[in-house]
């Protein structure tokens, strides 16, 4: 069993940047391939970035590619989100998940989730 909250999520202004960070206690970090996901208001979950197992390989969302940078540090078993030139349509509840696959863009993939935390971008 995996645990994993989220942290860093809060209100900045377009243009702005914020690092969301999730922490992993339970399980073998290092074994799982990581990701995070957003759900913005009245809409589905998303998919925003993964990363492999140990960090060499990253793959993106259109939608944020050049703006964000997923990275990872398995001895502090934390996953990281850096969030630069953010937008309103930004907004949304990110949740990081584990997967075993990468890369892996559906939440199908993923087998242990977050809580969540909530990013506001005020325009």
């Known amino acids: 069993q995996v645990q994993l909250v989220e942290s860093g999520g809060g209100l900045v202004q377009a243009g702005g940047s914020l690092r969301l960070s999730c922490a992993a206690s339970?399980?073998?970090?290092?074994?799982?391939?990581m990701g995070w996901f957003r759900r913005p208001p009245g809409k589905e979950r998303e998919f925003v970035a993964t990363i492999s197992w140990t960090g060499a390989n990253t793959n993106y969302a259109d939608s944020v590619k050049g703006r964000f940078t997923i990275s990872r540090d398995n001895a502090k078993k934390t996953v990281y989100l850096q969030m630069n030139s953010l937008k309103a349509e930004d907004t949304a509840v990110y949740y990081c998940a584990t997967s075993r696959r990468f890369p892996a863009i559906r939440g199908d993939d993923y087998d242990y989730w977050g809580q969540g935390t909530q990013v506001t971008i005020s325009s």
């Open positions: 339970g399980g073998t970090f290092r074994s799982y391939v």
